[in-house]
């Protein structure tokens, strides 16, 4: 019984990082669509190494997880307590958001974003996509 629990968890976990979780990756908000030119790693390395004040690159991972390892220039705002951060997220912003797949920014997206009426953002997907040198905060 125990062998077949885990083949499942294993096959579901396997569905949600493999086919799910990419598929969030570019989606983006009503006036967000033009950071659809930087969905891709190279792209988004560009925009470091050039940013502009008007684009901000989201963390949801957790704090520790950013402070260990993040994309340059990106901002932590954890997923677990964004909500209560929003006087910090300016929604004249552009927002390129990232998690560890992707799938924990599209819950963001859809429970803490849209309803609180923010249209200039995109799921970039997971930091595993990331393959360029990383930060990390003492």
């Known amino acids: 019984m125990l062998k077949v629990v885990l083949l499942g968890v294993g096959l579901f976990a396997g569905i949600y990082f493999f086919i799910i979780a990419p598929g969030f990756v570019g989606n983006s908000g009503s006036d967000g669509a033009l950071l659809k030119q930087y969905v891709s790693p190279e792209s988004l390395r560009a925009l470091i190494e050039n940013p502009s004040p008007n684009i901000w690159i989201i963390d949801v991972r957790s704090e520790s997880a950013w402070r260990k390892s993040h994309i340059p220039t990106s901002k932590s705002f954890f997923s677990g307590t964004i909500a209560d951060k929003l006087n910090q997220l300016p929604q004249e912003k552009y927002l390129i958001l990232y998690c560890e797949t992707g799938g924990r920014v ?16 995109m799921n970039w997907g997971g930091f595993s996509r990331w393959p360029y040198e990383t930060v990390s905060e003492k």
């Open 106 to 121: 599209q819950s963001v997206i859809k429970n803490v974003l849209i309803p609180n009426g923010y249209t200039r953002y």
